[in-house]
């Protein structure tokens, strides 16, 4: 385990919260570590019990561990994802502080170029993977979130294939806030996005056409972008 530095009275817990993040980041905790209890982090650190759950409540809300109550409790280091700024870009939505039409830019600009990368990159791994999720959204779903997390496997898995791990974290924000909007407006994704609409931007990206494939998913962005718009209209009249 790392050694924790004693630290200065001013900022206590920000200066707490820094280093057990810097000992996640470098690997001394691994995902499904559980920290030491808030006794002994104290001690070490040389603070006070409060310090140290103001450290640890600030560490779960930015999705580094997550509280755990009971016999087995403690907090537990949690595997980083793209969850928390899905959750900060749908808080900024709800607030009014970013809209429907700001989104649909950002994926005009980012997915074409994500898409024209994918097809530069088809393995057979890749090309199952998009078959798999183009057969499994024409499979009929129980629930409109069912529905909603089959219709984006496709954009995810272009996003992996492309091989920039920023891009990819990008597209799976952006989409994964389309997927919140859809469900927070509680709308039926199946007349905003029918099956089908992904077989073109698939059969570019595997003939290995990369500006065909930058095309079609330019026109599915504009196509779907605008039933987004129409759909937060909606939303924000019946809101207000």
């Keep these: 385990m790392p050694k924790f530095k004693p630290v200065r009275q001013s900022r206590i817990s920000d200066e707490v919260t820094e280093q057990i993040?810097?000992?996640?980041l470098?690997?001394?905790?691994?995902?499904?570590?559980k920290l030491p209890?808030?006794?002994?982090?104290?001690?070490?650190f040389c603070v006070s019990r409060v310090a140290i759950r103001e450290a640890l409540r600030t560490l779960e809300n930015s999705g580094f561990i997550v509280t755990r109550q009971g016999v087995t409790g403690g907090a537990y280091i949690i595997d980083l994802s793209f969850q928390q700024l899905v959750n900060a870009f749908l808080d900024l939505f709800l607030t009014g502080k970013i809209s429907i039409p700001e989104l649909h830019h950002v994926r005009r600009l980012i997915e074409p170029?994500?898409?024209?990368?994918a097809a530069t990159r088809v393995t057979p791994e890749y090309t199952q993977m998009l078959r798999d999720a183009l057969e499994a959204e024409k499979i009929p779903t129980a629930s409109a979130s069912e529905e909603v997390d089959r219709k984006t496997v496709v954009h995810f898995v272009l996003a992996e294939m492309c091989g920039n791990r920023f891009l990819e974290a990008l597209v799976r924000s952006v989409v994964g806030l389309?997927?919140?909007?859809?469900?927070?407006?509680?709308?039926?994704?199946?007349?905003l996005h029918p099956v089908g609409m992904h077989v073109p931007i698939v059969d570019a990206v595997l003939s290995?056409?990369?500006e065909k494939a930058a095309e079609e998913m330019e026109k599915h962005a504009i196509e779907f972008g605008n039933i987004l718009i129409q759909l937060e209209k909606t939303f924000r009249q019946n809101k207000y």
């Design 113 to 117: 170029e994500v898409a024209r990368l």
């Design 26 to 33: 470098l690997g001394h905790f691994k995902t499904g570590d």
């Design 208 to 210: 290995g056409d990369p």
């Design 178 to 191: 389309s997927k919140k909007l859809v469900e927070t407006i509680d709308a039926d994704p199946r007349p």
């Design 37 to 44: 209890p808030e006794r002994d982090l104290a001690e070490e």
């Design 21 to 24: 993040k810097q000992s996640i």
